[in-house]
């Protein structure tokens, strides 16, 4: 019996444009050959042919993910953006500090006790001068 596959979701439905190949894995293979063919044609003299090939395994990994690779139905390049975010702009780790409400204004009210303090200690050691005065 024939089987035709029908998404649940009208949103995960992608067109099949060539070979079985979405639009986007299909530009994505072409880039990849187009970078890697070149690659191993003209660096094999150089490094070697085992040095050229990892080298465009390591070239073509991440062209073809951009194609391919899909992670909770986001792109590649939207799931990059997210483990850049989560890995370097906002930390997991986060420091605990306590700032109290009126903070500001509890630095206000203590250099102005201070201030009284200092003013009370003067006047106090003006009154004590002035009793050894007149008990001389």
């Known amino acids: 019996m ?14 099949k ?13 072409v880039v ?6 070149p690659l191993f044609i003209f660096g094999k003299d150089y490094l070697g042919e085992d ?6 395994i390591l070239v073509a990994i991440p062209v073809f993910a951009f194609g391919f690779f899909r992670y909770d139905g986001m792109p590649f390049e939207k799931f990059l953006a997210i483990l850049y975010r989560q890995k ?7 420091k605990y500090e306590e700032l ?12 102005s006790e201070i ?3 200092l003013a009370a200690i003067k006047t106090n050691s003006r009154k004590s001068k002035r ?5 001389e």
Request: one cysteine or more; hydrophobic letters at 45%.
């Open 2 to 15: 024939i089987e035709i596959k029908i998404p649940k979701e009208i949103t995960d439905y992608k067109e």
């Open 32 to 37: 990849a050959l187009a970078i890697c063919v």
């Open 131 to 135: 009793k050894e005065r007149v008990n």
């Open 17 to 29: 444009f060539l070979f079985g190949l979405t639009v986007r894995q299909l530009v994505s293979a």
């Open 88 to 94: 370097w702009v906002e930390p997991q780790k986060r």
């Open 51 to 56: 040095m050229v090939g990892w080298i465009i």
């Open 115 to 117: 201030a009284h303090q």
């Open 100 to 111: 109290p409400v009126f903070w500001e204004c509890r630095e206000e009210i203590i250099e």
